[in-house]
C-alpha cells in the first residue's frame, strides 16, 4: 500500500503485517528499515512483498503473531534508492535520506496512516529501527527534534525499539541534550562492526542524566545485523544468543507499553525464547561488560 510521508512530496511504500482475529482496535508497530533497505540482497531487480528481506519479514510476522498490526515503511524505493547501500556508505548516501531530518517524517507519515484504520488503537502504536533505521527511531523519538520534524498533531510514539542504531545522528544531539519522548530501548553487539556501542552508550548516558526513559543493552561478541535470521548470523553462537534476548526483552517492552498479547508461536524466528536469566548482556545504565 501506499500513504504519504510527512515530507510533504513523497508517497511511501508500505508493507502491511495483520494479526489473526481479535476484539476492538490493535496496537501496531511501525517498521524502519536500515541502511540496505527492506528487500533481499538477492532482489534482482524485483522489489515488492515477495522479495522482503527475512529480518523484515520474520519481525512482521512475529508482531502480528503477538496481536499487532505491523507496518514495514520503504523510504528508499520511492526516493529512488530501492536496493540500499552497502557497509561504510554513511557519508556517501544521499541528503534525501537523512536519518534525523527526513526519516522521521517518514515515520510519523506511517503514524498517521495507521491511526485512519479502525482496526488500529491510535493510542498505541510503537516504533522498530534497525540501524540507520535504528538513528532514524531515535531521532523521531526526540523531544527537541530537528527543525521542521514534529509528531502529527503533536502526538508521537507510545514507546521505541532501537536495534544497532547509528548514534552519531549528524551530530543533532551532541552535549548530551538527547531526551526521548516515551521510552525507548536499544540493543547492539559489543562486536559491531558498522557503528559504535561506545557512542551510543554515551548517548543513552547523557539522556538518562536527564531524566530520560531510556537503556541500552549489549552484547559481548554479537555484530552488527545480529536478530537476521540467515545461517550465517546465527550460526554465530554470540549472535544467536544476543537475537534469542534482545527479541524476548523486545515482546515483554512493547507488551508493557502497547498492551497486545497474541500467539506464542513466533513464525520466521523459531530460534527465539523468553529472554534468559544468564549474563549475556549489559542491561540500562552504561557500564563495563560482564
Same mark, same amino acid.
Given at each position: $500500500?501506499?500513504?504519504?510521508?510527512?515530507?510533504?512530496?513523497? #508517497?511511501?511504500?508500505?508493507?502491511?503485517?495483520?494479526?489473526?482475529?481479535? &476484539?476492538?482496535?490493535?496496537?501496531?508497530?511501525? $517498521? $524502519?528499515?536500515?541502511?540496505?533497505?527492506?528487500?533481499?540482497?538477492?532482489?534482482?531487480?524485483?522489489?515488492?512483498?515477495?522479495?522482503?528481506?527475512?529480518?523484515?519479514? &520474520?519481525?512482521?510476522?512475529?508482531?502480528?503473531?503477538?496481536?499487532?498490526?505491523?507496518?514495514? /515503511?520503504?523510504?528508499?524505493?520511492?526516493?529512488?534508492?530501492?536496493?540500499?547501500?552497502?557497509?561504510?556508505?554513511?557519508?556517501?548516501?544521499?541528503?534525501?535520506?537523512?536519518?534525523? #531530518?527526513?526519516?522521521?517524517?517518514?515515520?510519523?507519515?506511517?503514524?498517521?496512516?495507521?491511526?485512519?484504520?479502525?482496526?488500529?488503537?491510535?493510542?498505541?502504536?510503537?516504533?522498530?529501527?534497525?540501524?540507520?533505521?535504528?538513528?532514524?527511531?531515535?531521532?523521531? $523519538?526526540?523531544?527537541?527534534?530537528?527543525?521542521?520534524?514534529?509528531?502529527?498533531?503533536?502526538?508521537?510514539?507510545?514507546?521505541?525499539?532501537?536495534?544497532?542504531?547509528?548514534?552519531?545522528?549528524?551530530?543533532?544531539?551532541?552535549?548530551?541534550?538527547?531526551?526521548?519522548?516515551?521510552?525507548?530501548?536499544?540493543?547492539?553487539?559489543?562486536?559491531?562492526?558498522? /557503528?559504535?556501542?561506545?557512542?551510543?552508550?554515551?548517548?543513552?548516558?547523557?539522556?538518562?542524566?536527564?531524566?530520560?526513559?531510556?537503556?541500552?543493552?549489549?552484547?559481548?561478541?554479537?555484530?552488527?545485523?545480529?536478530?537476521?535470521?540467515?545461517?550465517?548470523?546465527?550460526? /554465530?553462537?554470540?549472535?544467536?544468543?544476543?537475537?534469542?534476548? &534482545?527479541?524476548?526483552?523486545?515482546?515483554?517492552?512493547?507488551?508493557?507499553?502497547?498492551?497486545?498479547?497474541?500467539?506464542?508461536?513466533?513464525?520466521?524466528?523459531?530460534?527465539?525464547?523468553?529472554?534468559?536469566?544468564?549474563?549475556?548482556?549489559?542491561?540500562?545504565?552504561?557500564?563495563?561488560?560482564?
Amino acid at each position: $500500500m501506499t500513504f504519504p510521508s510527512q515530507d510533504g512530496k513523497t #508517497t511511501l511504500v508500505g508493507y502491511l503485517f495483520l494479526p489473526g482475529a481479535h &476484539a476492538g482496535r490493535a496496537g501496531a508497530v511501525v $517498521m $524502519m528499515h536500515g541502511r540496505s533497505g527492506p528487500y533481499s540482497s538477492r532482489a534482482n531487480g524485483v522489489y515488492d512483498a515477495t522479495t522482503l528481506s527475512r529480518r523484515h519479514q &520474520a519481525w512482521g510476522e512475529l508482531w502480528a503473531s503477538q496481536g499487532y498490526v505491523a507496518l514495514l /515503511v520503504d523510504g528508499f524505493g520511492p526516493r529512488g534508492y530501492p536496493a540500499g547501500f552497502g557497509p561504510h556508505t554513511y557519508d556517501s548516501r544521499p541528503a534525501e535520506l537523512n536519518e534525523v #531530518t527526513v526519516r522521521p517524517l517518514d515515520a510519523y507519515g506511517a503514524l498517521a496512516f495507521l491511526r485512519t484504520r479502525t482496526d488500529v488503537d491510535a493510542a498505541r502504536i510503537g516504533l522498530h529501527g534497525w540501524s540507520n533505521g535504528g538513528g532514524a527511531t531515535l531521532a523521531t $523519538m526526540a523531544a527537541t527534534p530537528a527543525p521542521g520534524v514534529a509528531p502529527p498533531d503533536g502526538k508521537g510514539f507510545t514507546a521505541a525499539l532501537a536495534f544497532y542504531p547509528n548514534c552519531g545522528l549528524k551530530a543533532q544531539f551532541e552535549g548530551g541534550n538527547y531526551k526521548p519522548t516515551a521510552p525507548v530501548r536499544v540493543y547492539m553487539g559489543l562486536a559491531d562492526e558498522e /557503528v559504535s556501542p561506545q557512542r551510543c552508550q554515551a548517548l543513552v548516558e547523557g539522556s538518562r542524566a536527564q531524566g530520560g526513559d531510556i537503556t541500552i543493552t549489549l552484547y559481548p561478541g554479537a555484530t552488527h545485523g545480529f536478530d537476521d535470521p540467515s545461517r550465517k548470523r546465527q550460526r /554465530v553462537m554470540a549472535n544467536a544468543a544476543a537475537t534469542e534476548d &534482545a527479541v524476548g526483552r523486545a515482546l515483554q517492552f512493547f507488551q508493557a507499553r502497547l498492551g497486545a498479547s497474541g500467539s506464542e508461536e513466533r513464525p520466521g524466528l523459531t530460534r527465539l525464547v523468553r529472554p534468559s536469566d544468564a549474563a549475556c548482556c549489559v542491561e540500562g545504565d552504561p557500564v563495563a561488560p560482564r
